[in-house]
């Protein structure tokens, strides 16, 4: 079969994969397979070579489309042939990186090699020294993570689940606690010990609504794995049905949860809020219509706050002003007092979210009344 239509069906196979933050699964054009545009936090559009390297899985995940179980065409790119394709639109200025991932073909070392030998190939033959994002395979050796870790700028493991018992719903070939945990905790002891690209990242994703999970279950895993690691970022993976897998009759799960997820997830690992503080329904989900922000807040006794003395702690915690926004009003206050709101506009607050949970100078900007 020609590269190209390998491609073809390799790049719409990891789609799945995440590597923005938009909620929704996308395929990319007929004529340039693999071309996707990662969307980040601050809304940058950055186009990625993104593909799996082969669709051959010996994994039963019961959610996915490359597992063992489905009956469909399946197939492999060589490193050579894999390295050359995606140099072929580096070359034409199409993208700016590689996003790599693979199914288990025959084992998981021989994945691994194959994964890593695809870009040795680019940094050491081709040349290549631009971004690649390559993703660990569960199981893998902490040598193959060490040799992978030194020819990426970012590495993430699919951690898929919260609890061992939410894995296990998932799929019966994967140990959560030694196939996937111990090796994060491999890749966190390794990410500064690269000399090549000390600079390097990590980050992983969990698939929701596949399993029965709640929120509260599934932020509290991410607290304690923040609170272990210099894990950049998590993403979530909104489950939706395949055809021709014990899941193909599941509900599919609300790009509305995900959404709340990553607002909640963005509140521990940022702003370092603790679950404790967040506000879950009964069945201990977020609420899909409310910002887990300001519900907090809601239910927090520290507010009003004065602008003027409040330590960042608090600050943050205000609707409405951000980190970067905390540490200016403590940086500005040391020279001068804030006085009105117009100041804490200039400094990008939002304002009128803010305006009910602050005092300046001892003064209420408006009714405090939840």
Known sequence: MPTLEKMKILADSAQYDLCDYV????????????????????????????????????????????QSKRNFTRLEL?????????????????????????????????????????????????????????????????????RAMALAN????????????????????????????????????LQHKSTTYPNSTHTTQLIIGAN?????????????????????RTYFSAFTPIEDTEFKNKEACSTDRTAK????DSLINTYHYNVKELIFDENDKLSLTQDPKILAAKNMNIFPVEINSAPVRELIRVPGIGVKSAHKIVSIRKIKPFSNKEQLRKLGVVVDRAEPYIKIKGEYQTIFNF
């Open 23 to 66: 909620s929704h699964h996308k395929s990319s054009q007929i004529n340039l397979p693999g071309i996707y545009e990662a969307i980040g936090h601050n809304g940058c559009k950055i186009p990625l070579f993104k593909t799996l390297r082969s669709n051959k899985c010996k994994n039963d995940c019961k959610y996915c489309i490359n």
């Open 261 to 264: 997820l990553y607002n909640a």
């Open 78 to 146: 060589s490193p050579e042939e894999l390295a050359k394709a995606f140099l072929g639109y580096y070359n034409r200025r199409l993208v700016n990186g590689l996003f790599l991932s693979s199914g288990i073909s025959d084992d998981v070392d021989s994945t691994m090699e194959k994964q890593i030998e695809t870009i040795s190939l680019l940094r050491k033959k081709f040349g290549y020294d631009d971004y690649i994002h390559l993703k660990i395979i569960p199981g893998a050796s902490k040598d193959s993570i060490k």
């Open 212 to 232: 029965n999970e709640t929120d509260k279950e599934i932020l509290s895993r991410m607290e304690k794995i923040y609170k272990k690691s210099d894990l950049k």
């Open 154 to 189: 970012r590495v993430s493991i699919n951690i898929e689940a919260a609890t061992p018992s939410g894995l296990a719903e998932l799929s019966s070939t994967k140990d959560y606690n030694k196939d996937i945990l111990k090796r994060l905790s491999w890749i966190n002891s």
